[in-house]
């Protein structure tokens, strides 16, 4: 059951903490939802084996790509049934094996997202690192017909170059980062970079499902704790944000798509819930130059 109590006054909350950045969201929204969806490929294995191994795991290897051949399409038509909208972190090999995949979440409204060449690879730094966020982006674009304005580095692990070298590239936003619950910009070689950090930490299907064996509702737990607590300060004066992340090797599978539409249904029952895509938070701190 919901603890949820009724709105306070917003001066005196933020007069109580007045060192607390505190934002009013676009339309007066009082809680963002991010759904950031995972469509990634690997070289030598996914997150997931039954075994301990090293060098090329066949097994793993297919248990990633059941997100190309089932979960993605379980995802889309879940949330096309529920009339969301979400963020899809996408590593270029996929992208580049599966271009109908990618077409069918662009022509529908998602947001595409680079996500690195192979999600089993971090990223490399210096002058290797842009020519794997350039051939990442390529691949994207050239599937699904937009070129991502947004980066989620594997592992959300980006090297010390990696802000510099995703403007140089046309990228306007990161998600590499998870030092605060609201968006921000940072200067990088005098010029503007939108972060938006992440919020997902409890309700992560690949950190609490498929690495634990703990059940789904886990992830529920996790998610509703965060959404409650979140809008009950939007309430007291403070808007925030949550976020849910689905791989579609994990949450694309039939264990876990119905609590997930259950998560967006729940979300839906409060009054002013914004589903945002990453580039809709990234491009509005721009344009209100949120500098903490």
Known sequence: MSTIKPPVDRQDTLARFPSWRSIEWPNEALVAVQLLVAFEAFDEHSQFTTEASSGVNPFSLSYGEYGARAGIWRLLQLMEDEGVVSSVAINGLAAERHPA???AMAE??????????VNDV???GGEAEREVIVKTLDAIEQGGGVRPVGWVSPGKMGSIDSERLLLDEGIRYTGDDASDDLPFVVDV??????????????????LHWVLTGQ???VIADGFKTTFDAVYQEALEGRPGSVGLVLHCHGAGRP??????RDLIRYCKRHAGVWFARGDEIAD???AEDLRR
Do not use: F, Q
């Open 284 to 286: 509005w701190a721009l």
């Open 255 to 260: 264990t876990l798509t119905p609590l997930v």
């Open 101 to 103: 995949a990618v077409r």
């Open 122 to 124: 971090l990223m490399p």
């Open 189 to 206: 070689d005098g010029r503007s970079l939108a972060v938006v950090p992440t919020v997902d930490l409890a309700s992560n299907d690949l």
């Open 215 to 217: 059940g789904p509702m």
């Open 108 to 117: 529908r409204g998602h947001e595409l997202v680079g996500h690195g060449w």
